[in-house]
């Protein structure tokens, strides 16, 4: 168990609709990053936001938002959803170095 | 050409063997390396963490980067058969004052009896 929570573990939904996944990083974690996962293009970095801040931003869509909230947690928005927007979605969350502990990711299917 | 390759394999190999994994970069100003164990479904899994040339040992893993080449590895000694698993490279350079990760798209291990 890395410590991060993500909710929820799956989610089904139209396409054309908005969703929210919310995540909670580790105790004590400042940085959280987003990621969507798919098969075909493995794991791609969305954005960071560090202490309530966005920090970099990597293959975001504009449909897509993120922010963090001062109790640290984060929520990524996806608007105008697409067939090709399902994919698991991971958070990870880091401290003083670099390293991130993901947390368990949420499936998203689009129909 | 992407930043990082790793070949998606399957590499398989019985139980007990040492297993050699592999990622090449093209970016230079890549400063920080990590590699993850990832099991199906499930989030990724630091297994090390290395920010030098060199080698770094923690139990059954081994991670090796060679700035020079652009190349890092990850052995694992005496496989087992729960190590079966995809591997994700990681790596990470500093922008603008940010901290930019660029993942490998893994390699699948399978370990079998």
């Known amino acids: 168990d890395s410590g991060v929570t993500q909710t929820p573990k799956h989610l089904i939904t139209a396409t054309g609709q908005r969703v929210t996944l919310r995540c909670s990083p580790r105790s004590g974690d400042l940085s959280v990053y987003w990621y969507q996962q798919s098969l075909d293009q493995g794991l791609q970095f969305l954005i960071q936001y560090y202490n309530g801040e966005e920090r970099a931003k990597g293959n975001i869509l504009e449909r897509f938002s993120a922010q963090q909230f001062p109790d640290l947690h984060s929520e990524l928005n996806l608007s105008s959803l697409e067939l090709g927007d399902s994919a698991l979605y991971f958070c990870a969350s880091s401290g003083g170095r670099n390293e991130q502990f993901f947390g368990p990711g949420t499936r998203l299917t689009v129909l | 050409q992407k930043e990082v390759e790793q070949d998606p394999g399957p590499l398989s190999v019985p139980e007990g063997a040492i297993v050699s994994l592999n990622c090449t970069y093209s970016n230079s100003a890549f400063q920080y390396f990590m590699w993850y164990r990832q099991y199906s479904r499930k989030g990724p899994e630091l297994l090390m963490y290395?920010?030098?040339?060199g080698n770094k040992e923690d139990g059954r893993f081994t991670a090796q980067v060679d700035k020079s080449s652009k190349y890092i590895s990850l052995f694992i000694r005496d496989s087992q058969p729960s190590d079966s698993a995809t591997y994700l490279c990681a790596m990470i350079y500093l922008s603008g004052g940010s901290y930019i990760p660029t993942f490998g798209r893994g390699t699948s291990l399978i370990v079998h009896p």
């Open positions: 290395t920010y030098s040339s």
